[in-house]
């Protein structure tokens, strides 16, 4: 089954995603740290797209798919016109300079890796496409 949402590039969406996702998820009888763990990962995603790709711009949009193919896994696609970033590209930042630097962000898109058993970056007529993949262990 196949879910999306629309949505305006402005932060103040992103809760309107993570509320889609949850409804979405709660449907495949999932944990609720699964859940919440992918709603964290495809809500740095796009964060990450409204911000630097589309520069929070109210006349870009994003998209967010859920396809759930079975009981055991669920596919995301997060489409945007924006300026294209391979996130698969992006280097794992070093946690313990993050530290001394005291700096505040750096390590979302090394979550999303953590939490997704893979991650795609398509970039094909003026589209690009983060497809993030879940293996699900559903409980009960």
Request: charged share 30%; with cysteine; net charge positive.
């Amino acid at each position: 089954m196949k879910h999306n949402i629309s949505v305006p590039c402005q932060k103040s969406n992103l809760q309107r995603i993570r509320t889609f996702v949850i409804e979405v998820l709660r449907e495949q009888q999932l944990s609720e740290l699964e859940v919440h763990s992918m709603v964290l990962a495809v809500d740095e995603v796009c964060a990450n797209m409204m911000i630097h790709s589309n520069k929070c711009s109210p006349d870009h949009s994003i998209e967010v798919e859920v396809i759930t193919k079975s009981k055991h896994k669920v596919v995301f696609n997060i489409i945007d016109r924006g300026h294209a970033f391979d996130i698969t590209k992006h280097p794992e930042p070093d946690i313990n300079e993050i530290i001394r630097k005291k700096k505040k962000g750096g390590i979302g898109l090394m979550l999303v890796k953590r939490i997704m058993d893979k991650i795609d970056f398509i970039h094909k007529d003026g589209f690009s496409i983060v497809r993030l993949t879940k293996n699900l262990h559903p409980a009960g």
